[in-house]
């Protein structure tokens, strides 16, 4: 299993292993140094050398750099387009289960669904290729097979995307009769000369998945120093990529040494969670990558299928007129009205009067540990651009009722007068609780838990990972739904029954008779056919063929 070293907000890293129970052996965590830009570039020399400095022991770089397989996830951006997640970082955007998917978990998190992929990839590669590079606000998803990894010194993997899409990404390009050699790499080409290139070969759009040899790491980290021997910034798309391939964009001879090969990932599709607006539409698409009603498991419908709800408490129902609609770690109840394009997280137990108008988003950031909140409202497209970021706009307040008045005030436009302090985006981030917030996420959660448990002909309950289930009942001491009538399908019940064991078993209780149970409604089931209609058995060969 390849290590995993996340670059990640500051405010994340000294909480990442409580928030997340990830284990401290398998995933190293670190921030770029205040105050630096190092590019991506420059980021991934700096998290490779933080990790050995952590990790490496005795070894010098090169021979550590040569005894695993790692995987850098950059994920340590301010998250401005995105601000909802912002605080806790844009790899633990929780992610709501796939109707069309079974074995998922309730609590799963864009980081959870990047990562098999990049591991089979990884468990794939030749030998030589131990470094692994990937961007942290996308998730990639195929359902086909790998391809052989190929054995190369830079080895990228893209898909092929219409140029309307192509134009806003890296792309790289090869001669038809050399389809897999990079000749150049092109950052945000136009679509005349994408309708260019296809006249010579093909492009590729850089979905941002490379691996890179232990030469081709000791290069990059040779790039990205100035003359002082210090880190600076330095590009690993524009400026490394630029100067790779048989014709390069930024010709450097040395880095024109190493061999590159592109690899289309086959059945691949892109999913960007880089913004607030992209986060839902993104949901959606997944959501919707099958159709086929024979495939899909979950069949429940919602009243617009753009409605996302997760570990929450909601006492209101929608309607069709409800679109873009994301409520995340937040107690709604009766009195709160959404209309359209409304991001609500975050939000406590309350009973307020809130009307959120098109556009309107409302995000509660637990700060410190004496029960403060900070109380942003925004717009679904706000960037928190430039000066932005900095600006000290959203009021900090310790009660409900100061809670409530601070979001009535912020959508009306007006500056809170009354609070005890104004944070900026930037300070909200560095400041936020997350242990706070994510108690207050699995409080919410241990109550969805058995809603959809009970709920379970038009939830997901039966399409999960039982095995996760069963430990969160058993672990958070939720109470067992009722037992299945018989009437249900096999699967369902015998999916039942070994859940109930495994509960059973977590809490250290007899847990055969339920184990018995799925085994015996598995006999019947593969059974029941051969008994209702039995057939005589008819020798078809010659007995001196036999």
């Avoid at 806790?88 to 955007?93: A, E, H, N, R």
């Avoid at 806003?168 to 309708?195: A, C, I, W, Y």
């Avoid at 007006?414 to 005890?420: G, R």
């Avoid at 997350?434 to 709920?455: E, M």
Wanted: glycine residues 6%.
């Amino acid at each position: 299993m390849p290590k995993k070293l996340l670059s990640l907000p500051p405010n994340l890293v000294n909480d990442f292993h409580n928030v997340t129970s990830l284990s401290d052996k398998e995933y190293f965590c670190t921030s770029d140094p205040i105050n630096a830009r190092l590019g991506s570039g420059g980021g991934t020399s700096w998290l490779l050398e933080e990790c050995h400095r952590a990790w490496g022991g005795d070894a010098d770089f090169a021979t550590w750099l040569a005894e695993e397989k790692r995987i850098l996830l950059h994920a340590g951006g301010q998250s401005r387009r995105l601000p909802a997640y912002a605080p806790s970082g844009k790899i633990l955007t929780p992610v709501p289960i796939f109707r069309w998917e079974r074995g998922q978990k309730l609590g799963q998190t864009l980081l959870d669904l990047q990562l098999p992929l990049y591991e089979r990839i990884m468990d794939a590669a030749p030998d030589r290729l131990h470094t692994m590079i990937v961007s942290g606000d996308v998730y990639i998803h195929t359902s086909e097979a790998i391809p052989q990894v190929p054995d190369a010194d830079v080895v990228c993997y893209g898909l092929w995307l219409d140029a309307s899409i192509a134009r806003n990404h890296g792309v790289f390009f090869s001669r038809h009769d050399t389809p897999t050699r990079l000749e150049r790499m092109l950052q945000k080409p136009s679509v005349e000369e994408l309708n260019t290139l296809l006249q010579e070969g093909y492009y590729l759009t850089d979905i941002g998945v490379w691996l890179l040899s232990d030469r081709a790491v000791e290069l990059l980290r040779k790039r990205s120093r100035n003359a002082d021997g210090n880190l600076c910034e330095y590009d690993l798309y524009s400026q490394f990529g630029g100067a790779l391939g048989t014709n390069p964009t930024n010709p450097d001879p040395e880095l024109a040494s190493l061999s590159v090969e592109i690899v289309p990932l086959p059945g691949g599709k892109f999913y960007h969670y880089g913004t607030t607006r992209e986060m839902i539409t993104s949901t959606l698409a997944i959501q919707n990558r099958i159709n086929d009603q024979r495939e899909i498991i979950h069949r429940d419908c919602k009243p617009h299928p753009s409605i996302f709800v997760q570990n929450s408490l909601l006492s209101r129902r929608f309607t069709g007129d409800n679109t873009n609609i994301w409520i995340e770690n937040s107690c709604l109840g009766p009195k709160w009205q959404l209309t359209k394009d409304n991001v609500v997280t975050g939000v406590p137990d309350n009973n307020w009067d809130i009307t959120l108008q098109a556009g309107q988003c409302v995000d509660i950031v637990p700060v410190g540990d004496d029960g403060r909140y900070a109380v942003r409202v925004y717009g679904i497209d706000d960037k928190f651009a430039g000066a932005e970021q900095q600006r000290r706009r959203f009021p900090v307040v310790s009660t409900l009722e100061e809670m409530e008045q601070a979001i009535k005030d912020q959508l009306q436009g007006i500056e809170s007068l009354t609070a005890e302090r104004m944070m900026s985006a930037e300070e909200l981030s560095n400041e936020a609780s997350l242990p706070r917030l994510v108690a207050q996420r699995h409080r919410y959660r241990n109550s969805n838990w058995k809603a959809i448990a009970d709920n379970h002909a038009h939830s997901v309950f039966y399409q999960l990972d039982l095995h996760d289930a069963a430990r969160q009942f058993a672990e958070n001491g939720i109470e067992l739904p009722g037992e299945l009538s018989q009437s249900e399908p096999l699967i369902k019940l015998m999916s039942d029954s070994m859940f109930r064991a495994e509960v059973y078993r977590h809490c250290g209780k007899k847990h055969d008779n339920y184990e018995d149970k799925a085994f015996e409604i598995l006999r019947s089931a593969l059974t029941s056919t051969v008994l209702f209609r039995k057939e005589l058995p008819i020798r078809a060969v010659c007995s001196d063929q036999i």
